[in-house]
């Protein structure tokens, strides 16, 4: 029992981190229907750049935010030279072309930066907290707090402001989002922006557990993508339950099978998913016209 | 209020309008009709700036707005209706109205939407739905609605009447009249002649990316070579 819980903690300190991914694909997706593989990167990116300048001497809170700030910078920059020019192309274009940014990133981070490991300390400390019969690190809370806090950030901006409408109706149809005054390249910055600046803050609030070095982005992409699948691409709601389910098949695959079969259980979402329900849990975009 | 002279317009190299000249004056109801592929829908999206123009001017209100960016036109005054609805499928039918008045955040966006219940009460009822869900008839009202949300001093429409019952286009020209009271000035593009010369001040005839008549409505649906070719009698 007491092992059980002990792994539901870890399960949602990791999917916590997945939802913080899946969560800035959703931005992206809401506003142009593609999925960015580089988002993986921006998470690397915020860990990476935090860790450089905190080593540098800036204080943490300070070194986080210029991380989260580069980052973005760094987002708008992918949508202007590589996103934009090639507007009208397929979206499976598109996202290759995503792909290749990602490669890209990782490429220059591991000559800007180094390829050893890092870490960050704990932002309070490294007692662990007793919870029942098990721990959970302060770490943890701020991971699960965080992604809490960018959900409702988020639920709040799609549902409840015209700005995030805006976003919305540039990806159903960027014609008619012209046609009422939406400036729809503007609004694509935007959505980089934030998907940007998300993923850099899941990469500080998660570098002092998981460790952060130059290719972690992969690995996370495919996991924030598999969450977002298995929620419901686009939907907020989807990305924080998916990632939060994901990580709890993880830990729960790991603790009671073998922790060899861990790294499986994403790909077998993305099928399972894909066969099942290709919707996801919460998918949207059912109605279209006819 | 809208005034083009000598307009040119191409897809790739194919140029499909011809030195276009044609001018809608404040407060009137103009048509412009056309067979399938004559060159209408390529005008309007020349005067909503979602066409690159080749040649020639567009002139809003005495301003010359040939090169400016699409999403700054409505704010003028200008809003469009286009060919195919081209609604926010996924968004409700609120929402859609809500966006229709983007470039506002007054308390009468508000005042408006009643105001747009008013005129189509279909809306009203299905406020709540993915618009995607709706009718053609219903889609084309909101597409109307969504684009009087923009509070246009000039409003644009593309064949507001495509594919609808017949007692559905007598309702929206009949808005569309109605909106002549209003002070809206109209421009109409139309395949249905004979229902928007109806209702028309005055009317041009575009052929193969060509202005070839012109003249007051009633003129017009008097004149044998338009009856011949797009009355059918
Ligand atoms: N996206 C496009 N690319 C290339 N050619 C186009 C495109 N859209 C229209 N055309 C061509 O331009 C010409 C004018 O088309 P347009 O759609 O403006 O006609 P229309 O008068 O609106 O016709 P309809 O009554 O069928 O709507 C046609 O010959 C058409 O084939
Ligand atoms: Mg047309």
Redesign the pocket.
């Known amino acids: 029992m007491d092992s059980l819980l002990q792994f539901l903690f870890s399960g949602l300190t990791v999917g916590a981190v997945y939802a913080l991914v899946a969560l800035g694909f959703t931005i992206i997706y809401n506003a142009s229907d593609v999925v960015n593989f580089a988002q993986g990167e921006f998470v690397m990116l915020g860990g990476m750049i935090t860790v450089f300048a905190h080593e540098a001497g800036i204080p943490l809170p300070l070194a986080a935010l210029l991380a989260v700030v580069l980052t973005a910078a760094i987002g708008v920059a992918l949508n202007k030279l590589a996103i934009e020019p090639a507007r009208g192309a397929p979206v499976v274009s598109i996202i290759i072309i995503t792909i290749g940014a990602s490669i890209f990133i990782r490429g220059a981070s591991q000559l800007i930066f180094d390829k050893q490991l890092h870490r960050l300390p704990s932002f309070s400390g490294d007692a662990p907290i007793r919870i029942g019969g098990a721990t959970i690190l302060p770490q943890s809370l701020w991971v699960i707090g965080g992604a809490l806090i960018v959900f409702v950030a988020l639920w709040l901006f799609f549902t409840r402001t015209l700005t995030g409408k805006a976003v919305l109706a540039t990806a159903n149809n960027r014609l008619a989002a012209q046609l009422v005054g939406i400036n729809t390249r503007a609004i694509m910055t935007l959505s980089f922006a934030l998907s940007a600046a998300i993923g850099a803050l899941a990469g500080v609030l998660a570098t002092p557990i998981t460790l952060v070095s130059y290719d972690v982005g992969v690995a996370l992409a495919l996991k924030g993508f598999a969450a977002a699948m298995l929620g419901g691409m686009g939907n907020p709601k989807g990305a924080l339950v998916g990632g939060l389910l994901l990580g709890l098949f993880e830990a729960l695959t790991a603790g009671y099978l073998s922790s060899q079969y861990k790294e499986a259980v994403a790909f077998i979402v993305i099928l399972a998913v894909l066969f099942a329900m290709p919707q996801g849990l919460f998918g949207a975009k059912s109605t279209e016209r006819v | 209020m809208l005034q083009v002279s000598g307009l040119r317009s191409a ?2 190299r ?1 140029e ?1 309008l011809h030195d276009i000249d044609l001018t809608v004056g404040a407060g009137e109801i103009v048509t412009l009709v ?10 309007l999206k020349c005067l909503s700036g979602t066409q690159p123009v080749t040649g020639g001017t567009v002139q809003f209100e005495g301003a010359d707005i040939t090169g400016l960016a699409a999403h700054k036109r409505p704010g003028l005054g200008l809003a469009q209706s286009p ?1 195919g609805r081209q609604i926010f499928t996924s968004l409700s039918v609120a929402e859609n109205l809500r966006l229709g008045a983007y470039n506002f955040k007054d308390a009468r966006v508000a005042s408006d939407i009643d105001e747009a219940y008013a005129m189509f009460p279909i809306l009203k009822e299905k406020r709540n739905l993915p618009a995607g869900g709706l009718s053609g008839g219903q889609q084309q009202m909101l597409a109307m609605a969504r684009a009087l949300m923009a509070r246009p001093k000039c409003l644009l429409l ?2 507001p009447s495509m594919g609808l019952a017949p007692i559905i286009v007598q309702q929206i020209f009949d808005v569309i009249v109605s909106l002549k009271a209003r002070g809206v000035t109209v421009f109409l ?1 139309e ?1 249905n002649a004979y229902g928007a010369l109806r209702i028309a001040d005055r009317g041009y005839v ?1 052929e193969t ?1 060509r202005i070839t008549i012109e003249g007051r409505a009633a003129e017009l649906l008097a004149d044998p070579r338009i009856r011949e070719a797009y009355l059918g009698v």
């Open positions: 897809y790739g194919i499909v056309g067979a399938n592929g004559a060159g209408k829908t390529t005008l060919e593309d064949e593009v395949q575009m990316g």
